[in-house]
């Protein structure tokens, strides 16, 4: 017993992890209605991205070990993407630039700022730079959102696409304590509806 004490301290981030999908199956098993639409989040095929480079060329050597360890792969919408929430049809132009669910480094590797969080992240990133979302004809936009209904929406979008709540639960949460700051930053520097 003592051994297996040991390797549950030695590796906490393992233990972390694992009484975290214990506790979310336990969720999701007991008294959690999966069918209930919270959006209507709809769309016919899934946003065509592409990365961009990361600019660690002609940093240095140390310059690039910082780029490398700091930076966030950035992604391209390289095709207008259409989706509706709540019968609205939007659309994420060509050309818009995210990072995905903004996910702490060190927990990269458990969740993928372009994983389970992807779809959610994408209308939320463009929601949290316009405080909008442009309606389909890109002619009119959504009324502004404040930032609790941008992360609302990105808790209830990640909940009907991966079914996950603790996770989507926590990662609304993080948004609520930290995401004042990407809010705030954009509000700075007055970013129009693209």
Not at 73 to 93: G, L, N
């Amino acid at each position: 017993m003592e051994f297996i004490i040991d390797q549950l301290i030695n590796f906490w981030q393992f233990t972390v992890v694992g009484v975290l999908i214990i506790i979310g199956f336990i969720v999701n098993s007991f008294g959690v209605d999966q069918d209930r639409p919270l959006v209507g989040l709809k769309f016919k095929e899934m946003p065509h991205m592409k990365p961009i480079t990361i600019p660690t060329a002609g940093k240095g050597f140390w310059g690039a070990i910082w780029m490398w360890i700091t930076g966030v792969r950035t992604w391209e919408i390289a095709k207008d993407w259409h989706f509706s929430v709540d019968s609205q049809d939007y659309v994420i132009p060509k050309g818009f630039v995210f990072d995905g669910a903004s996910v702490p480094k060190f927990l990269a590797s458990w969740l993928s700022p372009t994983g389970v969080l992807l779809v959610g992240g994408l209308v939320h990133d463009y929601a949290y730079k316009y405080t909008v979302l442009l309606k389909k004809g890109k002619k009119s936009t959504s009324e502004p959102m404040t930032q609790n209904e941008a992360d609302q929406l990105f808790r209830d979008i990640n909940i009907e696409q991966n079914g996950f709540h603790l996770l989507n639960n926590l990662a609304y949460w993080a948004l609520v304590i930290g995401g004042f700051v990407a809010w705030n930053g954009h509000r700075e520097r007055d970013c129009k509806a693209i």
